[in-house]
């Protein structure tokens, strides 16, 4: 026997003592998990499980969502409001009400000073709908600024503008339940095993039960290249190229479903044209992926009785990323697979809430994918609401990625961030940090006293999280389910709601309209402006969200009047023919010429500069990096390299090194793979003062969506003890 081999430890499961389970929605990332929250007899979250009888997720939860009960406890929470009339002062503790008496007071001088749209907000997609809708009616409605968006800009903007130039509307039309339909299956940019891992659970399970081919497009190998049958390891920023050169494959094999074109879409004339430019030998030149694979993978999809393509990051982080989604729109519409089972364009989103800040915070419009550029979405809402509807600005204002632009030309004096960070997400984060520097007032409303724009923030205002607070989210399918309240709000923080509902009351026009003070009367006006739209919600409440385990929109009055019980799955958009957003209810056909305006790698900076997610961390680690069993996976920044580059270099395994680029420059932790090729670096994004002092952040010209995946960057040597000295200064979380 060696070291007791054939000795058989019992397992052991503590025993938390849970008395009550309550249920929820997880509060990461997009898939939408339904989970239960289980405290202690002392009222005190102690465990999460699984919900066996919710479809998104059945049972199953991430390495994330098993440990999210300890969020309530994680170091760092805010407890009490802080003040200081200069980032160079410490702070005082004040009460609430001198807080938002301040706040009010600091955003009535700048706008009389400086105009209305001199004060910006930037908000998130980790609130509740009902807080989003109630930030927007308090942005819109009362403050009046048009320079208002979400971080959501940085993740889902591509895919928002895309769905939008194709379909007249945003919302991703399929569903989970695709992929237990499709024949063939193409993931653009997207690794679903970090990213999405029940996701990726539910598109293996239906992968091992049909067998349909994966076709992954990623310049990376990732955990999905892994395990797909054909991997295009692309050249970064070109997908719209590849795109076009399967359209001509398809369309010069005849393999197009032409009835589905004449029934459902215009500029098929043009698409046609603009692809003809695209042949493979010429694409090839240009994407990395040689003429024959372009052939087979185009056949492939065209062949298939029903295809579906999934993206995330990969494509919208890009110059070209409202493009790459308008491409996949283009395959799909051509070859008929819209609005049928196991054929879609399925946009996975990225933050728990991202759909519900689209659908209902205002940042872009108005509720209900309203536009503030159409008259009448203008005077309904300003009808609803009981104000003028010359109160509205005309067309919408700055997005997140312009409005820091537009503070260092001094057109914005004051900034509200409502739970982001830019000090990380952001790229050039350099550059932030001087912006940041010049403002009058920012205000950061954060669940965390310790996230790093409160160095330059003027008033914090301390909030609750997740399910110290109750409301609703929408998952990537479109799908509502619900957070019930597990605690109170920790300390002497408030939740969002609570907080924009008692800074509405200190404006004038805030004390004319309504303001439900309760989640489901929120819920209740939703569902009034929803009546109608696409997103239709009017059949549903908080009550039989939860009894449903969540609800796909949409689900309407008339439904449940005449007794219709909502699908447990499988609700799409666009089913029937010529039913599109658009007037004439036909989709649009958009051709797409690339232009190159890539930073790229040349003799100064060798080195293409990648970065994404991990399983174990979200976002910029506020919450992960303080949870021992999320954050002991990668507790350091790192760097993936290829080792025959590392080689030439004289770089060895899991030493420091410094990864430099135009912008800044960043210190990071080899790890050799050959995940990546011999010309690229792979650096997580999660990481504060890391990956985002490099990147480019150029702008896809129709979302504004940075271009964080295309810059190009040298390794250097570096000073091992003194980069081991400044890695653990960093991993204080």
Request: with cysteine; net charge negative; proline share 5%.
């Amino acid at each position: 026997m060696l070291f007791g081999r054939n000795q058989k430890n019992p397992i052991v499961i503590a025993d938390k003592q849970v008395v009550k389970w309550t249920y929820s929605t997880c509060n990461y990332c997009s898939t939408g998990c339904s989970i239960e929250i289980g405290t202690d007899k002392d009222g005190q979250p102690v465990a999460n499980r699984g919900v066996g009888g919710a479809d998104v997720n059945r049972g199953k939860l991430c390495v994330k969502g098993i440990f999210e009960h300890e969020v309530f406890e994680a170091a760092g929470r805010g407890e009490k409001p802080l003040l200081r009339h200069a980032i160079h002062q410490g702070y005082d503790m004040v009460n609430w009400d001198v807080a938002l008496d301040h706040m009010a007071a600091q955003i009535r001088r700048i706008q009389t000073r400086y105009g209305r749209d001199s004060f910006a907000i930037v908000s998130t997609g980790q609130l509740l709908t009902e807080e989003f809708y109630t930030l927007g009616k308090l942005t819109r409605g009362v403050i009046g600024t048009n320079n208002y968006d979400g971080n959501t800009t940085l993740c889902m903007a591509s895919a928002v503008s895309g769905y939008k130039r194709s379909f007249g509307s945003d919302g991703p039309p399929g569903c989970y339940e695709d992929f237990e339909h499709t024949d063939c299956l193409m993931a653009w940019g997207s690794n679903l095993p970090e990213q999405h891992p029940i996701i990726y659970w539910r598109m293996k399970e239906a992968q091992e039960k049909r067998g349909f081919p994966l076709i992954v497009v990623d310049p990376r190998v990732t955990m999905l290249a892994q395990n797909a049958d054909i991997h295009l390891a692309i050249t970064p920023g070109t997908d719209v190229v590849l795109q076009n050169a399967m359209m001509h494959v398809i369309l010069a094999e005849g393999l197009e479903d032409r009835a589905y074109i004449e029934a459902n879409t215009t500029g098929f004339e043009q698409l046609e044209k603009e692809v003809q430019k695209y042949d493979p030998t010429t694409a090839a030149k240009i994407c990395g992926i040689d003429e024959d694979t372009i052939r087979l993978v185009a056949r492939m999809y065209a062949k298939a009785d029903k295809a579906m393509s999934i993206w995330t990051m990969g494509i919208n982080q890009s110059t070209h990323g409202s493009d790459g989604v308008v491409g996949i729109n283009n395959l799909n519409l051509i070859t008929g697979n819209i609005g049928k089972a196991g054929g879609t364009s399925l946009s996975i989103t990225g933050q728990c809430n991202a759909m519900g800040t689209r659908e209902w915070s205002s940042c872009s419009g108005l509720p209900g994918y309203r536009a503030l550029e159409k008259t009448e979405d203008r005077q309904e809402i300003a009808d609803f609401w009981g104000i003028d509807a010359e109160f509205f600005p005309k067309k919408r204002g700055l997005t997140e990625t312009d409005i820091f632009p537009a503070i260092e030309a001094g057109e914005i004096k004051g900034l509200w961030l409502v739970a982001t960070n830019p000090m990380t997400s952001m790229p050039n984060t350099a550059r932030i940090r001087k912006t940041l520097e010049k403002l009058e007032f920012l205000v950061v409303q954060d669940a965390y006293v310790d996230v790093e724009t409160i160095e330059y923030a003027h008033l914090f205002l301390p909030a609750a999280i997740w399910a110290e607070k109750e409301g609703v989210y929408t998952n990537t399918e479109r799908r509502v389910n619900i957070v019930r309240q597990v605690k109170p709000p920790h300390a002497d923080s408030k939740s969002d709601l609570d907080i924009f509902n008692e800074l509405a009351k200190r404006f004038e026009q805030g004390r004319k309209i309504h303001f439900p003070e309760k989640p489901a009367e929120v819920f209740a006006e939703m569902k009034a402006l929803s009546k109608g739209r696409l997103l239709d919600i009017s059949g549903m409440d908080h009550d039989l969200i939860e009894e449903k385990r969540g609800i796909q929109w949409p689900y309407t009055e008339a439904q449940a009047r005449n007794g219709e019980a909502p699908q447990t799955a499988g609700v799409r958009l666009y089913t029937e023919p010529a039913s599109f957003s658009f007037a004439d209810g036909m989709a649009k056909l958009i051709p797409l010429p690339f232009i190159d305006n890539n930073e790229v790698p040349d003799d100064e900076f060798p080195f293409w500069l990648n970065s994404g997610r991990l399983v174990e961390h979200f976002h910029t680690r506020t919450r992960t990096g303080k949870i021992g069993n999320n954050n002991k996976f990668s507790p350091t920044p790192f760097m993936e390299m290829n080792p025959d580059a590392a080689a030439e270099l004289g770089i060895t395994h899991q030493s420091y090194v410094r990864a430099v680029s135009r912008r800044g420059d960043a210190v990071v932790m080899v790890m050799l793979t050959q995940r990546v090729p011999k010309n690229m670096v792979f650096i997580p994004f999660h990481f504060f003062d890391c990956v985002n002092r490099l990147t480019l952040g150029l702008l896809d010209p129709h979302s504004r969506q940075p271009a964080f995946k295309q810059s190009a960057v040298r390794i250097e040597h570096i000073d091992q003890l003194q980069a081991a000295r400044l890695n653990k200064e960093l991993r204080a979380y």
